[in-house]
C-alpha cells in the first residue's frame, strides 16, 4: 500500500480507510475497526496543533504495530490505536524539529543495533583471549558504560514518544496498556549489551 498524506485520514472517508485497511489484523495493539473514529479524531487534533504534520506520509500495513521512518518522513501504522499512532507521532515531532537531533539520534541507534549484535561474540572472545581478569574487568566496564552510552539517547526518544502519545490519549488506561508493553520491550533491548558484558565479568 502507497503511503498517503495524514491529512487524508483526519475525515470519516479516512476513517472508513482505516477500519477497512487494520481493522481485521490480529494484534496485541489492534483496538479493532470501532477504534478508527478514535484514531481520525486524533489526526485532526495533532494537524490542528501542528499543522506542518498534514504532510507527513502514513502508510498502513496491517499486522504491523507501528514506527517512525525519518529517512522517508514516513509513519507506519498496522493496528487501528490511537495510542501507538499518538506514539509515533510523537516520533515524528521531535526528530523533525531538528536535523542534528535526528542525526545524532540515528547515528546512536545504528551503534546500539551493532552493539546488540556484537556483545556475545565480543563477550566471549574477551573472556578467551584476554587472561588477567582485573584487565578483562576493566573492558567488560568500559563496555558497559559504551552500550548505556549509545542505547540511552533511543531509550528517551521511547520515553518522549510515549509521554507525547498519554497526554494526547483519550483513555489513558487504554494507552498505558498498549504503550508500556513497547516500552519496556525497548528497555530490555536497550540493557541487553550491558547485562551481556557485566555477565562477562562473573562467569
Known amino acids: 500500500m502507497c503511503p498517503a498524506s495524514l491529512q487524508q485520514f483526519a475525515s470519516p472517508a479516512g476513517a472508513r480507510?482505516?477500519?477497512q485497511r487494520l481493522g481485521g489484523a490480529e494484534s496485541f495493539y489492534n483496538s479493532g475497526p470501532e477504534a478508527a473514529d478514535s484514531v481520525r479524531d486524533l489526526i485532526k487534533t495533532e494537524i490542528e496543533k501542528n499543522p506542518e504534520l498534514a504532510s507527513l506520509r502514513l502508510l498502513t500495513q496491517p499486522g504491523r504495530a507501528g514506527a517512525y521512518y525519518p529517512q522517508q518522513d514516513t509513519v507506519s501504522l498496522g493496528v487501528v490505536n490511537p495510542a501507538v499512532l499518538a506514539h509515533e507521532l510523537g516520533h515524528a515531532k521531535n526528530l523533525?524539529?531538528?536535523?542534528?537531533y535526528k542525526r545524532?539520534?540515528?547515528a546512536a541507534n545504528n551503534v546500539a543495533r551493532i552493539n546488540n549484535v556484537a556483545a556475545v561474540p565480543a563477550m566471549l572472545t574477551l573472556r578467551a583471549l584476554v587472561s588477567d581478569r582485573t584487565v578483562r574487568d576493566e573492558i567488560f566496564n568500559i563496555l558497559s558504560g559504551v552500550s548505556a552510552a549509545a542505547a540511552a539517547p533511543g531509550l528517551v526518544e521511547e520515553l518522549s514518544a510515549?509521554?507525547?502519545?498519554?497526554?494526547s490519549s483519550p483513555d489513558k488506561l487504554e494507552a498505558i496498556?498498549?504503550?508500556l508493553p513497547a516500552f519496556l520491550t525497548h528497555a530490555a533491548v536497550s540493557a541487553f549489551p550491558v547485562g551481556v558484558y557485566q555477565l562477562g565479568r562473573h562467569l
Not at 510515549?162 to 497526554?167: D, F, R, T, V
Open 104 to 106: 545524532l539520534l540515528l
Open 162 to 167: 510515549s509521554i507525547q502519545a498519554l497526554k
Open 17 to 19: 480507510q482505516i477500519a
Open 177 to 179: 496498556k498498549a504503550l
Open 96 to 100: 523533525r524539529k531538528s536535523k542534528l
